[in-house]
């Protein structure tokens, strides 16, 4: 022990002494010098102040307040190896020495990457090492006895438990036939829990082998805005998340209808492992055959995918290969078992309340809280749909999902206020008792339903119809494609491009350009503001403006240009803008199946900041883009679609003010025929190798992979509208099938004491409404504001509008026909096992 | 006579909304109960409606943890036993009988009353002789393949009665064993209690509102508001005598 302490005295003293020392290193490389700290600060000193020394640069100025914090770890660093060498108590310099590098860590990580070099994170390491062996040093010997003490203690009871519990011999096969004659007498949950983690199984399958299918034949998965990738997996989370809420749901029944056998064998004297693995055994039964039947199902699914794809595709697709069999295995159990695990935890809690260990949670109708869950509500609908209406906003998920959780508050409140209001009135709550308090009881419960079922309509009404019914109506992609090559040409290699334009056969449209960059919103970067708010430049962090990725590239042209490319397209003398000074015009290249792309809305109404400052502009900084006010904006294809429309949408400058930003880029339009379009595609390529500054694409590979990718996103987003709206259905089913012993018992009774028949029918029809009117209600009217906002954002005109309603109204109809098929088949099955006994009575 | 049950200020509190912080939320439903039970007896536990008796049943055969005091099995301390100690002595050593009667609907009666000796891995043919020996000695062997749902509720307790005794327990648990039956067959029960005790030696702990069930029984704890506010003992063999007390200190409670 005495050995080891001096030696990690040896070695506090040595990083310490290193932490003193280190400022005296190269700190900081500024204007093409190193500094050492101290330097660094007396040269800042020199200038003026940093502020004057850097031209008031943020990284800089946040970076040198904090150089401080070091300087003084490394004063007190020295005092430290003084005192301890001196033989003096110096255990609060120590400690301060540890504080400021914990400080010097937390700013650099936050403020990351701070300006200093990468190993000044060496000393801050250095002192966390020398914390974590003081601690071992000094708590070694205890914690050797501690592991020795437990491990003995374990031993112990290890051996005791053994002798206590030894419990041998195995099951008599009477012990296998009563579980077997439990799951056959229980049938019907065992069939409602497999169908549900079938749904996940089939969805997988289906999802990871149409990936599979279309990996080979799509090329250019960020040219035509995220690809085939992107659409898959957008599928897979939203697929993932619905089988979840099933699996779940259908596990929380099953449990709840396993309980009563469960107290039983509990009571009998079942021991704790064997009903574990009783549970267990069932439920990997279970598992094991919705594996097999989700493949089985996929398989075929799969089969009339491929078909389908090889009369609508001019491609060949391959099949999948078995390792994907595996993955998609491999990722089922994974989900199950994580289903498994989170449920055993209900299972426990459900398991002990039902035997009067833990009190069952009160069903509380809220009171004040419902209104305050109504106003938050109104509060997330009304920013939702200003930000649908918005020009920042559009279709963003984020707009979607606030509003369902603000439609799902404002539910809980009205629905709550309802509940009260009729339990406030005697006269009002007994004549409402019967057909009201099943929901009354199972509130809570009873709401998460009607919410889960209400999201569902809204998704299939809106969220998947509006991408179906996009792509479906989408323009020929011929026409959103009009030119063979687009080429963007800097000045230095216009020369080589003018050469190539020459060739014979080979029409060519050049038009001045200027590359012009725009932000999203969600480019604002929060640590950079921060950096701001350190050196004290409010006015930046005020405006929000940091660049965080490498912004998306738009076309600026002259006026003239655009009326030359509107005469082109459309052989028509277009509508002359009129812009003035520094006004723009925007034209979105796109079809209807995304949004208009709105670039970047985040500041004032009616300006976009850009930067229009050439090919090599500064993109990182946030003065390099000043707000644009914009005069008229519109949807039409003058060059072609370029990243799902997210870039190379036009802008379009007054011709003076074009004329002083002009840097000589050049926008190169061609159209080719027969054997010249390889031979173009060729030279392209060629050139774009020798000069960075030629950036092109063909249309031909833009054609092929739009269309792999529409076609995708309608299989996939049909099918996961056809999953969503069985997955509402089969909600509604889970519940009225588990519950129905209960429900037809109570009317049973009702019947005895003399309710009418008619009165009966009327009851039940009114406990069931709550779960298709609400949802249907409420999700379809949501659906139908977000369609019309979505139009305004796409900027549909009449006929595209009837072409869009035209293939989403019948996805509606069919799903309003099948929930009020499954109300009135429920009411049916319901109604005739109410009276069915009738007859045996008495 | 050697102790088999005593209990030490046993106390047992219920939370609503599991709200153990909240002392509002606090439902003290036992309050310090001491009682010991001693082999061979027949004892019985009345008292008003939400006293605590089906509790204090559920706490004595293990199925409830008790929130303070002590209670001690043939000696042994219940807390420091494993949840797996409590199952087996639950299977092995205590028989269970229920007002709702508790059995699977999915099995046959034979299987009900096999139950416990299935899950105690008996061999199946002891399993089987055992089965048809007690059913025969209390009428229901015709029953055998029979499922619940086809019984009366007089069957269904002999069902429940079997099936607490298959695995030859010394103690048999009733929680109110007559609620549901009419008094021919409450009478037929209580007779084959009292065979149960007298004949074959088992301690039997009932819990009951009828004072004519009661008065089988050699000892009564009253219990009102989680109180023993009196212990009757039977002082011979005359039961009109102690029936005639179980009734005063019902009508005394009751004026309470």
Redesign the interface.
Same mark, same amino acid.
């Given at each position: 022990m005495k050995r080891l302490g001096k030696i990690y005295q040896i070695i506090s003293v040595l990083i310490y002494t290193f932490i003193a020392a280190a400022i005296w290193l190269p700190w900081i490389a500024y204007a093409g010098q190193a500094y050492h700290l101290p330097g660094y600060i007396l040269e800042a000193g020199k200038n003026g102040g940093i502020v004057e020394m850097t031209g008031g640069d943020p990284e800089l100025v946040a970076s040198y307040y904090i150089f401080f914090v070091p300087l003084l770890s490394a004063v007190l660093a020295l005092i430290y190896v003084i005192g301890s060498l001196a033989g003096k108590k110096v255990g609060l310099v120590y400690r301060m020495v540890q504080w400021c590098e914990f400080l010097y860590t937390a700013a650099a990580v936050i403020l990351f990457p701070l300006v200093p070099m990468g190993w000044t994170y060496l000393p801050p390491v250095l002192c966390l090492a020398e914390f974590v062996l003081k601690q071992y040093v000094e708590q070694r010997d205890e914690i050797r006895k501690d592991a020795r003490a437990r491990e003995e203690r374990d031993r112990l009871e290890r051996e005791e438990r053994k002798r206590r519990l030894y419990f041998p011999g195995r099951y008599s096969s009477s012990y296998y036939k009563m579980i077997w004659k439990n799951v056959r007498y229980h049938i019907r949950n065992y069939v409602m829990l497999i169908a549900s983690s079938v749904f996940l199984m089939l969805f997988l399958f289906l999802v990871f082998a149409l990936r599979s299918a279309f990996l080979g034949i799509h090329s250019a998965e960020a040219a035509t805005g995220g690809g085939t990738q992107k659409v898959l997996l957008n599928a897979v989370w939203m697929g993932l998340l619905l089988n979840a809420v099933l699996m779940g749901l259908s596990f929380s029944y099953y449990i709840r209808n396993k309980m009563r056998e469960e107290n039983i064998l509990a009571v009998l004297g079942i021991r704790s492992r064997s009903l574990r693995s009783m549970m267990l055994m069932e439920y990997a039964g279970c598992l094991v055959c919705s594996g097999i039947i989700g493949i089985i199902l996929g398989n075929l699914v799969f089969g009339i995918i491929l078909r389908v794809i090889a009369r609508e595709l001019p491609v060949s697709v391959q099949g999948m290969p078995a390792g994907t069999y595996l993955m998609v295995c491999g990722i089922f159990t994974a989900a199950a078992l994580t289903a498994a695990m989170v449920n055993s935890h209900v299972y426990d809690h459900m398991r002990w309340s039902a035997s009067g260990l833990i009190a069952p949670k009160k069903n509380r109708i809220p009171g004040v809280s419902g209104w305050i869950c109504g106003a938050l509500g109104c509060v997330c609908t009304v920013w939702s749909l200003a930000q649908m209406m918005g020009r920042s906003g559009g279709e963003s998920e984020d707009a979607q999902a606030v509003y369902l959780l603000g439609l799902i508050l404002v539910l809980l409140c009205v629905c709550s206020a309802q509940i009260r209001r009729i339990k406030g009135e005697d006269g009002r709550y007994y004549q409402n008792i019967f057909d009201k308090f099943p929901f009354l009881t199972g509130f809570g419960q009873n709401m998460k339903k009607v919410y889960l079922l209400t999201v569902t309509a809204f998704l299939v009404m809106y969220t998947l119809s509006s991408v179906y019914g996009g792509n479906v109506s989408a323009q020929a992609l011929e026409g959103q494609f009009p030119y063979d090559f687009v080429c963007m040409a800097g000045k230095g290699a216009d020369e080589k491009l003018q050469e190539l334009s020459g060739q014979p056969g080979l029409k060519t449209e050049r038009y001045p350009m200027t590359t012009v960059y725009s932000l999203m919103p969600e480019n604002i970067s929060l640590v950079n503001s921060m950096k701001d708010i350190f050196a004290l430049d409010y006015k930046s962090v005020a405006g929000g403006r940091q660049v965080m990725a490498e912004p998306p590239v738009q076309i600026g042209i002259p006026e003239s240009a655009y009326l030359e490319l509107k005469r082109a397209r459309s052989g028509d003398e277009g509508e002359v803008i009129g812009l003035s000074g520094e006004e723009i015009a925007v034209v979105y290249q796109e079809d209807v199946s995304a949004r208009a792309h709105l670039l970047d809305w985040s500041g004032a109404a009616d300006t976009l900041n850009l930067q229009t400052a050439g090919p090599k502009a500064e993109l990182w900084s946030y003065r390099a883009y000043t707000p644009r006010k914009v005069v008229r904006e519109e949807r039409a294809v003058l060059t072609g679609i370029y990243n799902g429309g997210e870039e190379q949408n036009l802008v379009v400058f007054s011709d003076e003010y074009f004329e002083e930003i002009y840097q000589g880029e050049q926008l190169y339009l061609f159209c080719a025929s027969g054997r010249d379009y390889e031979y173009i595609e060729d030279s392209l390529f060629a050139l774009s190798k020798q000069a960075e500054e030629i950036r092109y694409y063909s249309s031909k590979v833009m054609i092929q992979d739009t269309e792999t990718e529409r076609f995708l996103k309608q299989v996939v987003w049909l099918f996961m509208m056809i999953m969503t709206g069985v997955c509402g259905i089969y909600l509604i089913l889970i519940k009225f099938c588990f519950e129905m012993d209960e429900i037809v018992a109570r009317y049973r009774f009702l019947d005895c004491m003399g309710m009418h028949e008619k009165t009966i029918k009327k009851a039940l029809r009114r406990e069931m409404l709550p779960f298709f009117l609400i949802p249907l209600t409420a999700g379809g009217l949501s659906a139908v504001v977000f369609t019309l906002l979505m139009f305004r954002v796409r900027m549909y005109n009449g006929a595209e509008i009837l072409g869009y309603i035209r293939y989403v109204l019948p996805v509606w109809g069919t799903y309003w026909l099948a929930q009020g098929a499954v109300y009135l088949a429920l009411k049916e099955a319901l109604t005739g096992r109410i009276f069915s006994t009738r007859g045996g009575l008495g | 006579m050697a102790e088999i049950i005593r209990t030490d200020k046993l106390v047992k509190n219920?939370?609503?909304?599991?709200e153990k912080k909240n002392p509002d939320a606090k439902i003290e439903v036992l309050k310090g109960l001491d009682i010991t039970i001693e082999e061979g007896e027949y004892v019985a536990v009345m008292g008003s409606s939400g006293g605590g008796k089906t509790t204090l049943l559920?706490i004595l055969?293990m199925? !409830?943890?008790l929130t303070e005091g002590k209670l001690y099995f043939k000696g042994k301390d219940a807390s420091e036993l494993?949840? #797996? !100690?409590l199952?087996?002595?639950?299977?092995?050593e205590i028989g269970?009988v229920f007002q709702d009667f508790?059995?699977? #609907?999915?099995?046959s009666v034979g299987?009900n009353i096999?139950?416990?000796m299935?899950?105690?891995?008996?061999?199946?043919e002891e399993?089987k002789q055992k089965m048809l020996s007690l059913a025969a000695r209390f009428g229901v062997e015709r029953l055998i393949g029979k499922f619940p749902r086809e019984l009366s509720g007089g069957e269904k307790q002999r069902i429940a009665i079997c099936?607490a005794l298959i695995n030859d327990p010394g103690i048999i648990m009733a929680d109110e064993p007559t609620g549901n039956l009419d008094a021919k067959s409450s009478r037929r029960l209580m007779d084959t209690f009292d065979d149960i005790n007298k004949e074959m030696g088992k301690n039997i702990i009932l819990v009951t509102h009828d004072p004519k069930i009661a008065r089988c029984s050699d000892k009564i704890f009253f219990i009102d508001d989680g109180v023993i506010v009196k212990i009757l003992e039977k002082k011979d063999e005359d039961t009109s005598e102690f029936y005639k007390e179980i009734l005063r200190e019902m009508e005394e409670m009751e004026e309470e």
């Open positions: - | 219920y939370y609503r909304n599991q559920k055969g199925m !409830e943890p494993w949840k #797996d !100690e199952a087996d002595i639950r299977r092995r269970f508790y059995l699977m #609907d999915s099995l299987e096999m139950v416990p299935i899950l105690d891995k008996a061999p199946a399993m099936r």
